[in-house]
C-alpha cells in the first residue's frame, strides 16, 4: 500500500499503452507556469493556449495535465492550476454543461479512462496535501460521471482497503479518507452496495485511539457525507448505535474542527433519519446546549443547524399531514419540548452580532434568528409566551446589542403563531419598530427596516390609516439609507403593493405612488447590483400592482423608462463601457417596467411601439445577454397591446423568434419564444400564416428533443393550438403530424412515480395542454367548416379521456378542460356525427367526467355547458 500506483491500477484492467504527451507535456507546463503569472502580458495568450491543447488533443491534454499535477519540479501553482483544469473538464456549472463534459469523457478511449484515473490515484500518495486534496476531488468527479453507469467498481474497495490496511502510511490514509468522502457527497444514491464497508473504513479513522488529528477529521467530514447513503444501515439499532456513539465520540474531541464536522453529522443524521433520534435526542440536546453556550462561533452554529433541521423535518410532517390527513412518518415533537431550554440560548445568541454593520458573514446571531423562525412555524402559539417578555424587555434597552436582538426576535415570530395573536402584537409594537429605523446604531437602523419587510409581507393589515403615513415616510427615507437599510426599504415596499387592496379605482398607495415611482427611480442607479435589482423589482411591482387611478402616471412614466432603456443600449454600444453586466441589469429590468406599464395603459402606450420594438430587437441582436429572456416578454406585451397591428414587426422579428426557439440549452428562453409565438398568433390571428412553416418545424423539433427541459413541452402544445386557432383551416397541412404527437404525449402516464408531487403536477399540466391544443384544433377547423378532418383523429382522444376518467390524480383544471372539449364535440361534431353522438351519451367515461365536474368549482361552469350540449343531442 506504500507503494498505490500498484494497488490503483488494479482498478484499470485491459489497460494500453496511453497517448504520447511528450510533445505537448512541455508546452503545456510552461503554459501553466505562465497562466498564473502576475503579468498580463504572460498570463493571458498562456490561458488561450491552455485552450487550444484542449481543443487540439483532448486526451493528450488530459495526459499532460496529470504529468503536471505530478511533478515536483513544476511551482505549487502551475500544479493547482493542472488539477483545476483537470476538474473542469469533468465538472459543469450547468446541467447541460455537464451532459456534455459526460459524454466526452465517456467517449475517451478506455486506456486513456484508465491512466487518467492510476495516476490521480497515484497522487493521493504524495506528499503535498494541496496535490491530494485536488487529485481526490479529480476521483469523485470521474466517480460521478462512472459509478451511476456501473464503472470503476473497484474504486470503493481499493479506498476502503487502503483505509483499512495498518501499513498505509498516515497521508494516504487522510486522502483516500477525504475521496471516500468526496465520492459520496457526488452519488450518494449509487453507493448503498457498499455503506457498510465505508462505514467501517470511516470507524477506522474515528476510533477513539486513533491519535492523528488530520486522519480523525477526513474520517469525520466523510462521514456526514457518508449519511446519506446509509439508511439500510440506520435501520438495524446496533449499526445505528455504532454510529452515534462515533458521532457523540467527536463531538468531545479536543480539535475544533473536528468538533464542527461532528454537529454537520448531527445535522445530517436529523435531516435524513428525524424517525430514528428519539432515542438520542437527550444527548443531542445536551451536547448541542454545550456548543451553542460556550464552545466557538463556527461550531456553534453547527450545533445551531442540528435544530433547525429537526424543525424542519417537523413541519414537513406537519405539511403532510394537513394536506393528506396523515404522515409517513410521527411527528415526535422534539422541538416543542426542547424549546423551553433552548430558546433562551438562541436569544442569548442574537446578541452575538457583528461589530461591523457591513459584515455578510453568516455568524451565531443570523443562525439564531434563522432557527427561531423555524421554531415559530413549527410550534406556532407556543412560541409567543417564551419570546414576547424579552423582546418587551430589551426593545428600548441603552445597549444596542439587546435592542437589535428584540427587534430580530419579534420578527422571526410573525410567521407560525395564529394571525389573530400576532395582529395584536404588531399594532402594539409597529410604532417602537418605525422608531428604531432612525436608531442611531446601523445594526439597529437595518434590523429595524427588515422587520418593517416582514410585517408587510405576514401582516400587512395590522397597518392602519394612521400607521401608513408614518411607515412611507419611513420607507422613502430609508430608500437614501445605506445599501442595507434601502434593500429592506424597496422589499417593503415590493410587500405592500403586493398585499394592498383596489377598491372603487384606488388603494391606500395610490396617493404615495408618484413618490414612491420617483424615489425607486433614483434608488435603482445608486449602490451596488443587488439594491439595482431590489429598487427594479419593487418598481416594477408597484406598478403591476397599481390601483385604476394611478394610470395616467403610468402613461407619463412609459417615455421616462424608454428614454433609460435607450441610454442604457447607446452605453452598451461603446466597446469601452466599464460594467456591461451592470447596463445589460439595468436593461432587463426596464424591459420589466415597460412591459408591465404598457400592459396597464395599451392606449396610451401605442404610439411609443415602434420605437419600442426597435429597441428591443437592438438587445436581441447582442450575442450574449441576460435580457433576452426580459426583452420576449416585453415583446409578448406589444403583440397584446397592437393586435394585429403587430404583424409589420413579424420580418424583422422572425429570425429573433427563431433564434430563440432553436436555443433548447435555455429551457427559460425556448419557453419565452414559445409563449411568444403563441401570443402573436393570437394578436395577428390569419397573418402568422406565412411564418408557421418555420415556426411549427421548431416546436415540433422542440417536442422530440430528449434534452429540452420537459416544462417547456406543455407551453409549446398550447402554442400549437394558439397557431391552430390563429389559422383555422389552413392548419390541415400540419394535422397530421400534430395528432401524433398529441396522442403520444396522452399516454405519458408517470404510473412508477406517483408519489412524486413534480410527476403529479407536470401530468396535469400536460394533460390541460393536450386537451387545451385540441379544443383550439377543433375549433380553428371549425371556423372554416372543415371540422370533419378532427373526426379521424377521434379515437386516441376518447381513450384519453377513458383514462382520465378512471385517474384519482386528476387536478380541477384538467376536468375543466376534459368538460370543454366533450362540450365542443356534442356542439360541433355530434348532431353531424351519429358515432359522435351515441359515444358523448352513452359512454360512462364522459358521464364520470360531467359528474366530477359538476362537484368542482373549477370546472363547473365548462361542466353545466358540456351537460346541456349533450341535453341537445338527445
Known amino acids: 500500500f506504500v507503494n498505490f500506483a500498484h494497488c490503483a491500477s488494479s482498478l484499470c484492467p485491459n489497460r494500453l499503452a496511453p497517448p504520447d504527451d511528450t510533445a505537448m507535456s512541455s508546452k503545456l507546463e510552461e503554459a501553466l507556469v505562465n497562466a498564473i503569472h502576475p503579468d498580463p502580458k504572460l498570463r493571458l495568450p498562456a490561458e488561450q493556449q491552455l485552450l487550444q491543447f484542449e481543443k487540439q488533443n483532448f486526451p493528450a491534454y488530459l495526459q499532460a495535465l496529470c504529468t503536471a499535477m505530478q511533478k515536483p519540479k513544476i511551482p505549487m501553482g502551475a500544479r493547482m492550476l493542472a488539477g483545476l483544469a483537470l476538474k473542469n473538464c469533468l465538472t459543469g456549472k450547468t446541467e447541460q454543461r455537464q451532459l456534455e463534459l459526460e459524454k466526452r469523457w465517456l467517449l475517451l478511449p478506455q486506456n486513456v479512462q484508465s491512466q487518467i484515473k492510476m495516476r490521480m490515484l497515484h497522487c493521493l500518495n504524495l506528499a503535498e496535501h494541496k496535490i491530494r486534496q485536488t487529485a481526490a476531488q479529480v476521483v469523485a468527479n470521474v466517480a460521478k460521471i462512472e459509478i451511476p453507469r456501473r464503472m470503476w467498481g473497484g474504486l470503493i474497495p481499493q479506498l476502503v482497503n487502503a483505509i483499512r490496511e495498518q501499513k498505509t502510511s498516515a497521508h494516504l ?184 454593520p457591513d459584515d455578510e458573514e453568516w455568524n451565531v446571531a443570523q443562525a439564531s434568528a434563522a432557527c427561531i423562525m423555524l421554531i415559530a412555524q413549527n410550534i406556532r402559539n407556543d412560541i409567543l409566551p417564551l419570546i414576547v417578555p424579552t423582546v418587551e424587555k430589551h426593545v428600548s434597552s441603552q445597549n444596542w446589542r439587546l435592542r437589535e436582538a428584540a427587534i430580530i426576535a419579534f420578527a422571526c415570530v410573525l410567521s407560525g403563531p395564529d394571525k389573530s395573536q400576532v395582529l395584536v402584537l404588531v399594532r402594539k409594537a409597529i410604532k417602537v419598530v418605525l422608531e428604531r429605523m432612525k436608531d442611531k446604531v446601523p445594526q439597529v437602523k437595518d434590523s429595524a427596516a427588515w422587520c418593517v419587510g416582514k410585517i408587510c409581507e405576514e401582516v400587512p393589515e395590522a397597518i392602519s390609516p394612521e400607521v401608513l403615513p408614518v411607515l412611507m415616510r419611513c420607507l422613502i427615507e430609508g430608500l437614501s439609507e445605506n445599501s442595507k437599510i434601502a434593500i429592506h426599504a424597496c422589499w417593503a415596499i415590493h410587500n405592500l403593493a403586493d398585499e394592498v387592496k383596489v377598491v372603487n379605482g384606488t388603494s391606500a398607495l395610490s396617493k404615495y405612488f408618484a413618490a414612491l415611482v420617483k424615489k425607486l427611480l433614483e434608488t435603482a442607479y445608486r449602490g451596488g447590483e443587488t439594491l439595482q435589482a431590489q429598487a427594479f423589482e419593487s418598481l416594477n411591482w408597484l406598478i403591476y400592482k397599481a390601483a385604476p387611478d394611478c394610470y395616467k402616471l403610468i402613461a407619463e412614466l412609459v417615455p421616462e423608462l424608454l428614454k433609460r432603456l435607450a441610454a442604457s443600449i447607446k452605453q452598451m454600444t461603446n466597446p469601452n463601457a466599464l460594467d456591461r453586466a451592470r447596463l445589460s441589469n439595468i436593461q432587463a429590468q426596464l424591459c420589466g417596467g415597460i412591459n408591465y406599464a404598457i400592459i396597464k395603459t395599451p392606449e396610451e402606450s401605442q404610439k411609443y411601439m415602434t420605437n419600442l420594438m426597435e429597441m428591443l430587437v437592438s438587445i436581441l441582436r447582442t450575442p450574449k445577454s441576460e435580457t433576452h429572456e426580459e426583452a420576449l416578454v416585453c415583446i409578448g406585451a406589444v403583440a397584446r397591446c397592437t393586435g394585429e397591428k403587430f404583424w409589420t414587426y413579424m420580418r424583422v422579428l422572425q429570425p429573433y423568434i427563431m433564434k430563440s426557439l432553436k436555443d433548447t440549452y435555455s429551457a427559460s428562453i425556448c419557453g419565452i419564444a414559445t409563449g411568444l409565438v403563441g401570443e402573436i398568433a393570437r394578436g395577428i390571428e390569419i397573418k402568422i400564416a406565412p411564418f408557421c412553416n418555420d415556426i411549427m418545424r421548431e416546436l415540433m423539433l422542440n417536442l422530440q428533443n430528449p434534452d429540452l427541459d420537459r416544462s417547456v413541452k406543455p407551453r409549446i402544445l398550447n402554442c400549437l393550438g394558439d397557431i391552430a386557432l390563429a389559422i383555422g383551416g389552413n392548419f390541415e397541412k400540419y394535422l397530421p403530424w400534430v395528432m401524433r404527437v398529441l396522442e403520444n404525449a396522452s399516454k405519458v402516464d408517470f404510473k412508477d412515480s406517483r408519489e412524486n408531487d413534480y410527476d403529479v403536477d407536470y401530468l396535469n399540466e400536460l394533460r390541460e395542454s393536450i386537451l387545451e391544443a385540441n379544443i383550439s384544433i377543433l375549433q380553428g377547423l371549425a371556423d372554416d367548416a372543415k371540422e370533419n378532418l378532427f373526426f379521424r383523429y377521434l379515437d386516441p382522444l376518447v381513450n384519453f379521456l377513458h383514462r382520465i376518467a378512471t385517474d384519482t390524480d386528476v387536478y380541477p383544471l384538467v376536468t375543466r378542460s376534459c368538460c370543454s372539449i366533450i362540450g365542443d364535440l356534442a356542439r360541433i361534431l355530434g348532431k353531424r356525427h351519429g358515432q359522435v353522438r351515441e359515444y358523448l351519451l352513452s359512454n360512462a367515461a364522459v358521464k364520470q367526467i360531467i359528474h366530477n365536474g359538476l362537484k368542482s368549482e373549477e370546472a363547473q361552469k365548462q361542466a353545466e355547458m358540456a351537460k346541456a350540449e349533450l341535453e341537445a343531442l338527445m
Not at 486522502?175 to 471516500?180: G, K, P, S
Not at 453507493?191 to 477529521?217: D, E, F, R
Not at 464536522?261 to 430514528?276: D, I, K, M
Open 173 to 356: 490514509k487522510q486522502a483516500c479518507l477525504v475521496t471516500l468522502g468526496y465520492v459520496c457527497d457526488e452519488c450518494p444514491d449509487k453507493l448503498s452496495a457498499y455503506s457498510s464497508n465505508i462505514l467501517n473504513a470511516i470507524s477506522v479513522g474515528m476510533t477513539k485511539n486513533q491519535t492523528n488529528p488530520t486522519i480523525k477529521l477526513a474520517a469525520t467530514r466523510a462521514l456526514a457525507a457518508a449519511l446519506q447513503m446509509a439508511k439500510s444501515n440506520f435501520a438495524i439499532k446496533k449499526q445505528r448505535d455504532t454510529v452515534m456513539e462515533m458521532i457523540f465520540s467527536a463531538v468531545q474531541s479536543p480539535d475544533a474542527r473536528v468538533r464542527e464536522a461532528s454537529f454537520e453529522c448531527l445535522a445530517e443524521v436529523a435531516r435524513s433519519y428525524y424517525q430514528y433520534i428519539k432515542e438520542y435526542v437527550q444527548k443531542c440536546y445536551m451536547a448541542t446546549a454545550q456548543a451553542i453556550s460556550k464552545d466557538s462561533e463556527n461550531i456553534a452554529k453547527q450545533a445551531i443547524e442540528f435544530w433547525s433541521c429537526v424543525c424542519e423535518e417537523e413541519i414537513d410532517i406537519q405539511i403532510e399531514i394537513e394536506d393528506k390527513g396523515s404522515a409517513e412518518r410521527k411527528n415526535h415533537g422534539f422541538m416543542k419540548k426542547a424549546a423551553k431550554e433552548l430558546i433562551p440560548l438562541l436569544l442569548r445568541g442574537l446578541t452575538k452580532q457583528s461589530e461591523d
